[in-house]
Structure formats: C-alpha cells, structure tokens
T-cell receptor
C-alpha cells in the first residue's frame, strides 16, 4: 500500500480557500486517491476521489498532477463547519481493497 | 436512505469484562467493515466482511476479539476479555461496489476502566 504524508494541522479563516496537499510518492498504477472528512464524535465521510487531473464535486476539488505523486484537496470559501480532520488515502478501488487511514490533517477554521 | 446504524453509542466497562457492539449497514451493501479508532489516530481496520464471509481480519486481535455477520446483513463485534488499551471508538462502515467509498456509522465509544 502506498504511504501518504500530509500536514498534521492547518489553520484558516472563514471565507478563505484551503488547500491540503498529500504526498504519495509510491502510488501504484491501479491506485486511486480518496479523501475523507471526519467531524468530532462522527465517523469519517467520503468527500472525493480521483485518478488523475482534476475532479470537482459540490464539496471540494481534487487536483492531481501528471506524475500522481501528490494531490491537493481544495475547499473553496471555508466556513466554521469545515473544521474537521481530513484524511488522504491511496489504494485500488476494486475487489477486496481496503482503506488505510493515517493521522490526517486537522483543519481549524476561525471567524 | 437510512445510514449505518450502530449501538450502543457509549459503553463503560471494567477490564476483563466482555462487551458487544452491533452494526446494521446500509440496505444492499454487501461489504461491511469494523474499525478501531484510538484518540488522535485514524481508524484502523479490524475486519472486513463480504456478505457473510471474512475477507480480511489480519489486524483483529483474535485472542480477545471476534466478529460475525450472520445472514450477510447485521454484524456484531465482541471483546472478551477487555483490556485498558481497548478504550477507543469502534466504527462500522459499509460499501456497495466501490470499496473506497465507504459509509460510516456514528461509532461506539468504549471506555475500559
């Protein structure tokens, strides 16, 4: 399984765009990049997944460069409710593949 | 669509006692997962079921932990006997046909004293 590295914590203010970068130098050809969000006292929630280039949904955008050795989760105009832990995961999305969570990035949004 | 249900939400027991957690996945989801999340860490997979068969239990401490998924729907996770280091949140998740898109329940917070 490819190992991921992401910042332990980040601070931001309401209304700003937040970019969380994840490094995954050993990503395999069949691996996808998946991001989860976890609020206190809740289970993680799937945000977005991508393989290459850019993926966008109603919550976030995911930017993946051509070499796929890193990825950036972009949260537009964050609010206080975006304060959470964000996990970057890498792995196949087929068969019996499993998710391996690291410690994630604790994002704190202030007024 | 109802989400993943778990019970109880909280449990306090003394060490060497036993405890059981229950999970009801989203209807139609064939794959069910149990995770352990210790404070300050990401969830760690304990066991993965595909219908009622075990796919991966490599990180399940089998001397004290057991899990079953009868009839391929509900699942129970049991700890017997509990140790202090088992204090954690136990999360259940399920997925349909994309393993990377899992739906998590609210978890059961276990405190072992």
């Amino acid at each position: 399984l490819a190992k991921t590295t992401q910042p332990i914590s980040m601070d931001s203010y309401e209304g700003q765009e937040v970019n969380i970068t994840c490094s995954h130098n050993n990503i395999a050809t069949n691996d996808y990049i998946t991001w989860y969000q976890q609020f206190p006292s809740q289970g993680p929630r799937f945000i977005i997944q991508g393989y290459k280039t850019k993926v966008t949904n109603e919550v976030a955008s995911l930017f993946i460069p051509a070499d796929r050795k890193s990825s950036t989760l972009s949260l537009p105009r964050v609010s206080l409710s975006d304060t959470a832990v964000y996990y970057c995961l890498v792995g196949e999305d087929s068969g019996y593949s499993t998710l391996t969570f690291g410690k994630g990035t604790m994002l704190l949004v202030s007024p | 669509e109802a989400g993943v249900a778990q019970s109880p939400r909280y449990k306090i027991i003394e060490k060497r006692q036993s405890v059981a957690f229950w999970c009801n996945p989203i209807s139609g989801h064939a794959t069910l997962y149990w995770y352990q999340q210790i404070l300050g860490q990401g969830p760690k997979l304990l066991i993965q079921f595909q219908n009622n068969g075990v796919v991966d239990d490599s990180q399940l401490p089998k001397d004290r932990f057991s899990a079953e998924r009868l009839k391929g729907v509900d699942s129970t996770l049991k700890i017997q006997p509990a140790k202090l280091e088992d204090s954690a949140v136990y999360l259940c998740a399920s997925s349909l046909d994309m393993p990377n898109e899992q739906y998590f329940g609210p978890g059961t917070r276990l405190t072992v004293t």
